[in-house]
């Protein structure tokens, strides 16, 4: 469903995550463009090919680090309290939560933690430290860099707010070339992996987006858009026929600009199952992973046919993927997320009120002004 959303009110102010635009407006293009890209992941993790042999995420984890690129420019433009922690409380308990259910569900205990091998592994994967391999939850390695672009951008915000999207994109510039110099070893080249281009790019959109966006004219811009998006995916299916065309490397780009300036031209979908799919689309990426560990062993077991051998496989793993995701969203992670608000809400609270104490108490007051 398409509704009608005016340029003026697309650049009202920032006031809550992900993707809300003054009170209560949201960027839905790119909120279903995360249930896309979570979907492709998915896909991506049947092993199903299309024709040719053709093996795609559909751009998945590339568009989510575009998005994130925008996105952390976007919500820290007018106000940068607390960033860091609002990333970590983000991102950080869900995921705990997601690694420590695939080892009870999936691991055989207590025999594997009773190694120091692996309690080593666990640490280091639930702390998003560099390593060689997968963490614990595998599709966690993605984290691991976003986890190291939010300390990059935190920084960035703590030398100077208004300038930070700059300062995060040249030092993450800078690590890249000192890894294509060769020096830094290890950290240099794994904080180099290719994805890790697609936050400069994103920074980039966020730039072009909010320069450009009220000058675009509307029908073109939509008509453009739209025409872009299917391109790019469209790719994905005509492998076979069509070259393999360096432009694709940009299509991520290409998929969340044209979405953004479809927004911005009022062509916005708010179709709410699309949205809803969105809004679940960390616990989809997540959950995924330990639904397939497990139904991949069932399915050896019982010598069934896997999801990569079969269309309807394939498409019946997909669909209880996303079912998973969304219920986990709905039950577990919105009411943790909830949780974690309300309690910052009552320290924020006991602190002003701490606050006002002190400053209408005068032996208080009389020690301030001595220390003074």
Request: hydrophobic fraction near 50%.
């Amino acid at each position: 469903m398409l509704s009608g959303v005016g340029a003026e009110s697309l650049r009202s102010n920032v006031v809550a995550w992900p993707f809300f635009l003054g009170p209560s407006k949201m960027l839905f293009n790119l909120q279903i463009l995360r249930g896309i890209a979570a979907v492709g992941v998915v896909f991506y993790h049947t092993d199903f090919r299309l024709a040719g042999d053709h093996h795609t995420e559909f751009f998945g984890v590339s568009t989510f680090f575009v998005i994130s690129g925008f996105i952390m420019c976007w919500i820290t433009r007018d106000n940068a309290d607390n960033f860091l922690r609002k990333r970590i409380e983000r991102i950080v308990p869900f995921y705990w939560l997601c690694t420590f259910a695939l080892i009870l569900l999936t691991f055989k205990l207590p025999l594997d933690l009773m190694s120091w091998q692996f309690v080593a592994y666990l640490t280091r994967s639930l702390l998003f430290l560099p390593a060689t391999d997968f963490p614990v939850l595998h599709v966690g390695w993605t984290l691991n860099f976003e986890m190291y672009f939010y300390l990059v951008f935190a920084g960035a915000l703590w030398i100077n707010q208004r300038f930070a999207p700059l300062i995060a994109a040249t030092f993450i510039y800078g690590v890249l070339l000192l890894d294509a110099a060769g020096i830094g070893g290890f950290l240099t080249h794994y904080y180099s992996h290719d994805y890790i281009h697609y936050f400069l790019y994103g920074i980039a959109v966020y730039y072009a987006w909010a320069t450009f966006s009220r000058f675009a004219p509307r029908w073109p811009t939509i008509i453009t858009g739209i025409a872009a998006i299917v391109i790019c995916y469209g790719s994905q299916f005509a492998k076979p026929w069509a070259p393999d065309f360096a432009l694709l490397t940009y299509a991520p780009i290409i998929i969340v600009a044209s979405a953004l300036f479809l927004e911005s031209s009022g062509a916005v979908v708010t179709f709410r199952p699309l949205v809803l799919i969105g809004d679940a689309s960390y616990a989809i990426y997540l959950t995924h992973s330990i639904f397939f560990t497990m139904a991949a062993s069932h399915a050896i077991r019982k010598n069934d046919i896997l999801p990569k051998d079969s269309i309807e496989v394939m498409l019946s793993w997909v669909v209880v993927s996303i079912a998973i995701g969304v219920c986990v969203h709905l039950y577990i992670e919105k009411p943790l997320l909830r949780r974690i608000r309300d309690r910052n809400l009552i320290k924020n609270r006991e602190n002003m009120a701490t606050s006002s104490e002190s400053s209408i108490n005068p032996a208080t007051t009389e020690v301030d002004s001595a220390a003074s």
